[in-house]
């Protein structure tokens, strides 16, 4: 597994890799035919953006081209059942994909994805495409602690994630449950990386402060916001994309994982799958997400969130687990936090 620091000074960025495999020779597709997209009439895509944010690519790509957009938006583990479901029943029923990079790879190893990079994807780091050409990644997702600012002052937030097994925060913290959720099962896996240093000892910790587990990262936000808990583990984006009186904590390094597109390879609609992927990573596109709280990878957009330099500066990239690190990691994490229930 290689790790990756992204630094963008500006919005201009470069990757700088602590374990760093040659350079995949990246061939761009320029076989995307747009009027057998347009007669095809539609495309079905799985993903985990909220709907109201991705309305604003789904929305643009209808009106450019004529072609509705069917999408379902999920938690990354129901995208992965049902599309493993689907898939093992013979009958596949979306175009694309979208989702973090641990939940595509377990699905990429099925066998799901055709062979596509997108040409508008040629300005992203090179050193983040797929050798193989079947993933696009598109987005990184940096984690922070968010915090009701309404119910905890600024001076009184956690400073960082160690300070989380203060006493004050038991039962005050919101966490998408590792044993179900890949992404959270990952963050905890890679709080390595922000402590230098094993981390399953602050994690049996935090399982003692009685979290409040949530299916998924976006209801931490939402619990947060509405006061249930003051404060949890979850994505800086959803500054933007919760209301409520949300903040996050300003750390000296963002744990962060990245989102991939991928093109089913028995796909109902394959030209107008491609035409998406090919649309969702143009800058147009690209800009239009980061108004919602995004960091996609185009240089020429950035989110309108306070720091957001900063946030990019910083950033880890985390390592995924391979399908038998998740059942493992999931039954610990089971073990742990539901110790006695």
């Not at 079905?44 to 690519?57: A, C, E, L, R």
């Not at 000892?201 to 409040?212: N, T």
């Not at 596109?285 to 995004?294: F, M």
């Not at 969130?305 to 039954?331: H, N, P, W, Y």
Request: with cysteine.
């Amino acid at each position: 597994m290689k790790t990756l620091k992204i630094r963008w000074p500006g919005l201009i960025g470069s990757i700088i890799f602590a374990y760093l495999f040659a350079l995949p020779v990246v061939a761009w597709s320029d076989n995307v035919d747009v009027e057998a997209a347009k007669k095809e009439g539609k495309v079905i895509v799985y993903g985990t953006v909220p709907t109201q944010d991705m309305d604003s690519i789904n929305n643009a790509f209808g009106k450019k081209y004529g072609i509705k957009v069917e999408y379902w938006r999920a938690a990354s583990g129901k995208i992965m059942d049902r599309t493993l479901t689907e898939w093992r029943g013979g009958r596949p029923g979306f175009d694309v994909v979208e989702g973090p990079h641990g939940m595509q790879m377990i699905l990429r190893q099925e066998g799901f994805y055709a062979k596509f990079v997108p040409v508008t994807a040629s300005k992203f780091p090179r050193e983040l495409m797929d050798k193989d050409a079947l993933l696009t990644v598109w987005r990184t997702l940096p984690i922070s602690i968010l915090y009701n600012k309404d119910l905890v002052k600024p001076t009184e937030a956690p400073k960082d994630f160690a300070d989380l097994l203060n006493p004050k925060w038991k039962k005050k913290i919101g966490l998408a449950d590792p044993s179900r959720n890949t992404t959270s099962a990952e963050i905890l896996v890679n709080m390595n990386k922000y402590f230098d240093k094993k981390a399953e000892d602050w994690v049996r910790s935090l399982a003692k402060q009685e979290p409040y587990l949530v299916e998924s990262l976006l209801p931490v936000g939402t619990v947060i916001a509405s006061g249930e808990v003051v404060a949890g583990i979850s994505f800086i984006k959803y500054l933007r994309q919760v209301k409520g009186p949300l903040d996050y904590v300003r750390l000296e390094k963002y744990l962060a994982n990245s989102n991939d597109f991928g093109l089913s390879k028995k796909s109902p609609q394959p030209n107008a799958g491609k035409l998406y992927i090919e649309f969702a990573c143009s800058t147009e596109a690209q800009r239009l997400i980061a108004k919602s709280g995004e960091f996609p990878l185009s240089p020429e957009a950035s989110p309108p969130i306070d720091g957001a330099d900063k946030i990019q500066e910083r950033t880890v990239l985390m390592d995924v687990l391979s399908v038998a690190e998740f059942k493992e990691v999931q039954k610990k994490y089971r073990e742990i936090f539901f110790a006695g229930k």
